[in-house]
């Protein structure tokens, strides 16, 4: 599993909170956790790209963890062979500390995940 972490830089600062934008990508094993709001942080997940890199299509299944409960984002989506999909489509997913992305490949080591966040740091 490769995991792939870019900090872009601060967004903004005040005396009350901090917030960050960074980039975490990952290529997806069958199953992995793709993003852990760390402790102290909220999350506005900004954009949850997939390209798959297996010559034939791969079905991805993305579930959010809330509060330790399952909320599925996407169950069974059908990639197909080389192609980039945003799975968002410009919908943000907050999260707050401790909540998790865990993705699912069809096959291993066929798609590429890179997500955005915008964390802010609350303390």
């Known amino acids: ?13 005040s005396s009350m909170s901090v917030s960050r934008l960074r980039t975490v990508g990952q290529l997806l094993g069958s199953s992995a956790t793709v993003y852990t709001c760390p402790t102290g942080f909220e999350a506005e997940l900004k ?3 997939v390209n798959n890199l297996h010559t ?3 079905d991805l299944t993305l579930k959010a963890v809330i509060s330790s409960s399952d909320i599925p984002i996407v169950t069974t989506k059908s990639i197909a062979a080389d192609a980039i999909v945003d799975l968002l489509n410009s919908r943000p997913i907050a999260l707050k500390a401790s909540d998790t992305l865990v993705a699912t ?10 997500v955005t966040v915008s964390e802010t740091f609350t303390g």
């Not at 599993?1 to 600062?13: D, E, F, Y």
């Not at 490949?105 to 890179?114: P, W």
């Open 1 to 13: 599993m490769l995991v792939l972490n870019l900090i872009h830089g601060i967004l903004s600062t």
């Open 47 to 49: 954009t949850f790209n």
């Open 105 to 114: 490949a069809g096959t291993a080591s066929s798609l590429n995940i890179v």
């Open 56 to 58: 034939s299509a791969v």
